[in-house]
């Protein structure tokens, strides 16, 4: 099994400019999440999705968008590059019983080290 | 707003040596916690705890969970320098995907 799949794993990037970092499982998990991590700073949570078609925003939103069009797939997209999006973005899936229950062990991608320049 | 805290932030040890690495947590309708190793890329799971005084254990790493008091210790024996590592905890809310707060990590590292 390959797991949890993301490209690309370096990119960089001018102020401004829009890219799409993509996501993919093969586990069948349910639930996906985007988190970035800043040095000493832990894990913030972007966004997440419980299933197809159903996405919400987490700690940290703003100048992101994603989307869930299958169960396999979740792509976070960057729509105007800025400095403070420079970090490391992992994406993760889990399993979980139904739409209200937590969250449970989640398998991580390997990372997306983005630099805004 | 939910809170873990890890603690000590950093640790140098020398090989063989033994470490505790602390998590304390404030978390509403706590459910379990879990203990996640970062060495260069992802984090991988180690522990998912939820019972207090029930040590898990998987080698020479154990974890135990105290409810009361609210925290959280992961021991690691004999200590090798393949441990270096940001060891994550995590307090789970259970209230939905995004019940899971983490904290800040310990870098641990181990000198030959």
């Known amino acids: 099994n390959a797991g949890v799949t993301q490209t690309p794993k370096f990119r960089i990037l001018k102020i401004g400019q829009s890219m799409t970092l993509q996501c993919t499982q093969d586990?069948?998990?349910?639930?996906m999440y985007w988190y970035r991590q800043d040095p000493g700073m832990g894990l913030k949570l972007i966004y997440y999705?419980?299933?197809?078609?159903?996405?919400d925003k987490g700690e940290v939103p703003n100048g992101y968008n994603v989307s869930r069009s299958t169960t396999e797939d979740f792509p976070l997209r960057l729509e105007l590059a800025a400095p403070s999006q420079t970090s490391v973005y992992f994406c993760?899936?889990?399993?979980?019983?139904?739409?209200?229950?937590?969250?449970?062990?989640?398998?991580f991608g390997a990372g997306s080290r983005l630099t805004v320049l | 707003e939910d809170k873990v805290v890890q603690s000590p932030l950093s640790l140098v040890v020398h090989e063989g040596d033994t470490v505790t690495l602390n998590c304390s947590y404030e978390?509403?309708?706590?459910?379990?916690l879990l203990w996640y190793k970062q060495e260069k890329k992802a984090p991988t799971f180690l522990f998912m705890l939820?019972?207090?005084?029930i040590e898990k254990k998987s080698g020479r790493l154990s974890s135990i969970l105290d409810k009361k008091e609210l925290f959280s210790i992961l021991n690691i024996t004999a200590t090798q320098t393949g441990d270096s590592a940001i060891y994550l905890c995590?307090?789970?809310?259970?209230?939905?995907?995004?019940?899971?707060?983490f904290g800040k990590g310990t870098h641990l590292i181990i000198q030959p």
């Open positions: 993760a899936s889990s399993y979980s019983v139904g739409l209200n229950s937590g969250a449970n062990v989640l398998t």
């Open positions: 586990m069948n998990h349910n639930y």
């Open positions: 999705s419980v299933g197809a078609g159903i996405t």
């Open positions: 978390v509403t309708n706590f459910r379990s």
């Open positions: 939820t019972s207090s005084g």
């Open positions: 995590a307090g789970d809310s259970g209230g939905g995907a995004d019940g899971l707060t």
